[in-house]
């Protein structure tokens, strides 16, 4: 029917016509707030380059996970920063540390909120890599061990999934033998499977302290270029076990989010990087965009792509707006 009998505009003529033929609704169910660990007490360090996040000592990121409760967020995201590190990045895996004392605490005074752990070396490490460095190179096969080591600490702590960010091949069906192994088949695994080697993970790097000291991450994250090649790491967690898979970034990445919920209509997360938080809170500290809205249009956008599940650094700020509208 062509115009005049056509008239889109007729069902955005007001807020309740609107929202009756909404497509894409944002829930607090959909966020996962991500937390800095650290060691020490009653501290809270902030990061230059993210405003309003901070490292957290194991007392303050257990209420902060209290407030996200409340604020209906289901579920955190935990990233330790040790005060030691070391070629194999050991800490990771030590039973007694800061983020695996938060999966604790959180899980013994918070019963109902998720508790995601995100399994890496690169925070542990002394040379900032994601797996151990042999020769120069980072070994593939050495680290999946030690990987392995460290999610099965995240869930004899008591963590409900854990989340291989590291890029190694074969780390999720590791992560999985270990786990089943040790009597933890219950424990489910969020794969970072399409991860990308990206600029807009600066922000976190300075976060968790965690720049690589020599090199870069291009020969185990994802070329920005390749698409394709996504499906098939996504494929590839899935084969290994993955209960939930991951896109990352998310807003120079949507095409990938679709893709991958078209292609394989599984339980699907998205993280919306630190670089992604900082650019908007800057932009709106500046006066230049609306920020709160402007956090809105990327998140309704990035579920719109196919995203179940957010990563979001905004997750408390927007849980609160969306109940009180
Ligand atoms: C650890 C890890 C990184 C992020 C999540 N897990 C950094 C990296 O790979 O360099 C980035 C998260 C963000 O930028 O918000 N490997």
């Keep these: 029917m062509p115009f005049p009998l056509s008239r889109p505009r007729r069902l955005r003529r007001s807020a309740v016509l609107r929202r009756m033929v909404r497509e894409t609704r944002l829930s607090p169910d959909n966020l996962i707030a991500p937390l800095f660990v650290r060691e020490g007490r009653d501290q809270a360090l902030p990061i230059?380059?993210?405003?309003?996040?901070?490292?957290?000592?194991?007392?303050?990121?257990l209420k902060q996970a209290r407030e996200l409760h409340a604020a209906g967020v289901p579920a955190v995201i935990l990233f330790g920063i040790p005060?030691?590190?070391?070629?194999?990045?050991?800490?990771?895996?030590?039973?007694?540390?800061?983020?695996?004392?938060?999966?604790?605490?959180?899980?013994?005074?918070?019963p109902d909120l998720a508790v995601i752990t995100d399994v890496c070396?690169?925070?542990?490490?002394?040379?900032?890599?994601?797996?151990?460095?042999?020769d120069g190179v980072v070994d593939n096969?050495?680290?999946l061990e030690l990987l392995a080591r460290a999610a099965l600490s995240h869930a004899q702590a008591g963590a409900d999934l854990v989340a291989p960010s590291d890029m190694m091949d074969g780390r999720v069906g590791a992560i999985r033998r270990a786990l089943d192994q040790a009597g933890f088949d219950q424990?489910?695994?969020?794969?970072?499977?399409?991860?990308?080697?990206?600029a807009f993970y600066g922000p976190f790097r300075e976060a968790a302290q965690s720049a690589p000291q020599f090199g870069d991450r291009r020969s185990y994250q994802m070329d920005p270029a390749n698409g394709d090649e996504a499906l098939r790491e996504v494929a590839l967690d899935l084969e290994e076990g993955?209960?939930?898979?991951?896109?990352?970034?998310?807003?120079?990445?949507?095409?990938?989010?679709?893709?991958?919920?078209?292609?394989?209509?599984?339980?699907?997360?998205?993280?919306n990087v630190s670089g992604e938080y900082s650019m908007l809170c800057a932009a709106g500290r500046n006066?230049?965009?609306?920020?709160?809205?402007?956090?809105?249009?990327?998140?309704?956008?990035?579920?719109?792509?196919?995203?179940?599940?957010?990563?979001?650094?905004?997750?408390y700020e927007v849980a609160r707006e969306l109940r009180r509208v």
């Design 121 to 134: 070396l690169c925070e542990y490490t002394d040379h900032g890599h994601c797996g151990v460095v042999c």
């Design 287 to 315: 006066g230049w965009l609306d920020q709160g809205l402007a956090t809105m249009e990327v998140l309704t956008a990035i579920r719109r792509a196919g995203a179940d599940l957010i990563i979001t650094y905004f997750a």
């Design 83 to 110: 005060d030691t590190k070391d070629a194999s990045g050991s800490q990771a895996w030590n039973p007694a540390a800061a983020v695996q004392r938060a999966v604790a605490e959180i899980k013994e005074h918070v």
């Design 48 to 61: 230059d380059a993210m405003p309003g996040v901070a490292q957290l000592s194991v007392d303050r990121a």
């Design 187 to 198: 424990v489910a695994i969020m794969a970072y499977s399409a991860k990308y080697a990206s």
């Design 141 to 143: 096969d050495a680290s």
């Design 242 to 271: 993955a209960d939930i898979v991951m896109v990352k970034p998310a807003l120079a990445y949507l095409d990938l989010i679709y893709r991958v919920k078209q292609k394989f209509a599984c339980p699907l997360a998205a993280y």
